[in-house]
């Protein structure tokens, strides 16, 4: 067993990751299995250990609040059984590159060899007087699911603003768990930045069948507050929105203070290369806060639970000086009602759109085409079809759209088949 990875003059002792969640926590995992024996530290603000935030929008609510499953990702003794100094509830004051450092909001200062900024993001507040009150939920954290699980009662009336994928998806649980639900959305339709116009529509129309009251094209201006509490949502033409609970659900900001006061290069997050390597080559970024190099070219900021395990487990190899190269296409599914919905590439309108399916049947594959090079593909309850069309964007696949047209042709023989 080594003690320590030696990389000639240069050996890594300390590691310091910031921030213990998905993309922090695959990282710990990843330098122990690739052998590193020195120190890790994982140290996350939030005070829970490592977990899944995908279930908070989704199984959380319907379970009433209690988590289910292997809602954390490891287990409470895992991190002293290998080794890993979890600190949790305290938050990173400052990194020092020079000193190799990095302060704790304790007061406390750790070594640091190389530093992961796996930070992530928070979710965006809503700008108005009003929005702190306890009935206004922003949706990031377990704390954040059990105050909203608590307010999502039978007959409960929800006002959700903003219906991409956590506005979408919180909605589909608000109907699940009984409340009547009102939508908000300045876009045309749910989702329309990852599912385009043609699907978003599909999806708005979805959620109208089973009972969401979506208003598209409007905006929300104020909330009136009566005992502490906001009674009613004020939209953009002044109607007035009677609410028991607030939903927001308007985005991220990517939580890269630290890289800022260090004079890390911003962009939209924390600039990377493929290597996971910040404008400082000892620290590194990955997960929701990286801005990093796209598959299809330019850069890319991803939110998605893929991205931050696996690159998370690329920046772990990269801090040891194994040779990395991590862009890959974004992955990500969303659940609602009785609906999986799969995207992988680029939904892009502007490119051809080849369907397997009906998208009446609310069960259907759409591909993405340039030309002949497969660019994306979104999925409605076609799982089995996503898990060859991710293969077919990886590898840039190069087919010919008749047979990808052709339902009796399996799709396993289109990827066996197809030139990349
Ligand atoms: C409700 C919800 C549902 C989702 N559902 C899906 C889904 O169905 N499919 C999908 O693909 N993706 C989904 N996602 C997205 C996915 O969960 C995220 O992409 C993933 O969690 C990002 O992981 P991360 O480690 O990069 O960041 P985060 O999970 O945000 O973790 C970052 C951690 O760093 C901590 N931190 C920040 N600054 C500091 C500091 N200075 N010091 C110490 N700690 C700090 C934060 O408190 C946080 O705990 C969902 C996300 C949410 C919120």
């Not at 991205?307 to 974004?330: D, F, I, S, T």
Request: hydrophobic letters at 45%; a negative charge.
């Amino acid at each position: 067993m080594e003690c320590s990875i030696n990389r000639g003059p240069e050996v890594i002792n300390n590691i310091a990751i910031i921030g213990a969640n998905m993309a922090g926590a695959r990282a710990a995992e990843s330098l122990r299995s690739a052998g590193y024996d020195g120190d890790i530290h994982l140290i996350g603000e939030e005070p829970w250990r490592p977990y899944e935030r995908p279930p908070l929008s989704k199984e959380f609510l319907w379970e009433g609040g209690v988590p289910s499953g292997n809602f954390y990702l490891h287990d409470e003794h895992w991190y002293a059984a290998n080794r890993v100094d979890l600190r949790l509830g305290v938050r990173a004051s400052a990194i020092d590159l020079r000193a190799g450092t990095v302060t704790l909001a304790s007061g406390e200062t750790l070594q640091a060899d190389r530093i992961l900024l796996s930070t992530g993001g928070a979710a965006r507040r809503l700008p108005l007087p009003g929005a702190e009150a306890t009935n206004v939920h922003h949706l990031r954290t377990l704390g954040d699911a059990t105050g909203l699980a608590a307010d999502l009662r039978p007959g409960a009336q929800i006002v959700i603003v903003g219906m991409g994928v956590i506005g979408a998806e919180v909605a589909a649980s608000a109907r699940r768990m009984g409340c009547s639900v009102t939508a908000v959305e300045p876009f045309a339709a749910p989702m329309i930045r990852a599912l385009g116009d043609r699907f978003g529509a599909w999806l708005g129309d979805y959620h109208r069948k089973q009972g969401v009251r979506a208003l598209y094209g409007r905006s929300v201006k104020g909330l009136r507050l009566s005992g502490g509490r906001v009674c009613a949502v004020i939209l953009d033409d002044g109607e007035e929105l009677a609410c028991d609970a607030v939903v927001v659900g308007i985005g991220i900001v990517p939580a890269v203070e630290l890289a800022k006061d260090a004079g890390l290069m911003l962009g939209n997050g924390i600039m990377v290369d493929a290597q996971c390597r910040t404008s400082n080559p000892a620290v590194f970024a990955a997960g929701d806060v990286a801005d990093q190099p796209d598959f299809f070219g330019g850069r890319v900021r991803m939110e998605t639970y893929q991205n931050a395990a696996e690159q998370g487990a690329a920046a772990a190899a990269a801090m040891l000086g194994q040779p990395v190269e991590y862009c890959r296409p974004c992955w990500f599914w969303s659940d609602q009602y009785d609906l999986n919905i799969q995207v992988t590439g680029r939904i892009d309108a502007q490119k051809q759109v080849i369907m397997r399916g009906r998208v009446e049947d609310d069960a259907f594959c759409a591909f993405f085409l340039s030309g002949d090079l497969v660019t994306g593909a979104l999925t409605a309850n076609r799982s089995a079809d996503m898990g060859v069309a991710k293969r077919l964007v990886e590898r840039r696949a190069r087919v010919e759209p008749a047979r990808l047209a052709d339902p009796d042709v399996p799709l396993r023989e289109i990827l066996k088949q197809s030139a990349s």
